[in-house]
């Protein structure tokens, strides 16, 4: 059930942030999808500047072809991905709530950001549907721990079928638990830790050997 009081809080800051006169924010929009659906969303405040940054670094920017985001909310990484990335490649964005999609489709109009309403674990049909075989790199901030039985493990075999020879999976978690559903589908993860966050994150990048 959600928080009026809180929707409107949120919506008075992004109006004074000036982005709230084509509908929502993304605060209020950020609020709103955490209390229709924790499970998915994972936190009720969006990851910070400086886990973005952490997160996205170890990525061949020059060499990718097709970035995939899963879970992109109201878009906290989708800037930062767009700014890297080349202007021949392919940004996937695929997400279960239709809020965000349409979010998403209203305030990035960028031609190489694709927002798609649909499961992570049908990441290579929703690839192939856009022409495409192959990731160089997926994100994550899916909270894998407390996601439906069976599907974290089918989430992380998806991804690894869906990414080429050297790609990896960049997930951020506030769990170091998520290790456990990587490790069956990935050999070689490296981690680190970013305290600059609300909460404290777990980031981990799963190579595709």
Partial sequence: MSSPVGEQALNRVDERRGSGAAGPGPLAMFFRGFLRN????????PSSRKLIRHMLSRSDWANCRLFVEYGPGVG???????DRLGPDATYIAIDTNPD????LRRTISDPR??????SAADVRQIMADNGHSHADYILSGLPFSTLPAGLGPKIAAETNAALRTGGAFLVYQFSPKVRDFLAT??????HAFEPVNIPPAQLYW???D
Wanted: charged residues 15%; aromatic residues 18%.
């Fill in 38 to 45: 924790p499970v998915m969303v994972g936190s009720i405040i």
């Fill in 76 to 82: 906290t990484f989708c800037q930062d991905v767009l």
């Fill in 100 to 103: 965000f999609i349409a979010y």
């Fill in 113 to 118: 950001f694709v927002p798609v309403l649909g």
């Fill in 185 to 190: 589908a990935f050999e070689r993860i490296d």
């Fill in 206 to 208: 799963a190579w595709k």
